[in-house]
């Protein structure tokens, strides 16, 4: 899989994170908000995630 080395991310459970590199493999992504208002950091989220089912922890 190719990086993207604009798009750094450590969310390795997602699909489309690069593995040992910090880093998604998506041309692009889509940053969105878990509610409808919010002012912190914790509620934003990637709503291009997809959870990488073949990855066992
Ligand atoms: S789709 Fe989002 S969560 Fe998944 S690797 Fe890319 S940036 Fe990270």
């Known amino acids: 899989m ?4 604009s798009i750094g991310c450590s969310v390795t459970e997602c ?3 690069a593995g040992e ?7 692009k992504i889509m940053v969105g908000k ?3 208002y919010t002012s912190k950091v ?6 291009s995630f997809k959870v990488n089912e073949n990855k066992t922890y």
Do not use: A, F, M
Not at 2 to 5: A, P, R, T, Y
Not at 21 to 27: I, R
């Open 2 to 5: 190719e990086i993207n080395s």
């Open 34 to 36: 878990s509610e409808s």
């Open 42 to 47: 914790e509620g934003t989220d990637c709503e």
């Open 21 to 27: 590199k910090q880093y998604c493999t998506l041309d």
């Open 15 to 17: 699909q489309y994170h």
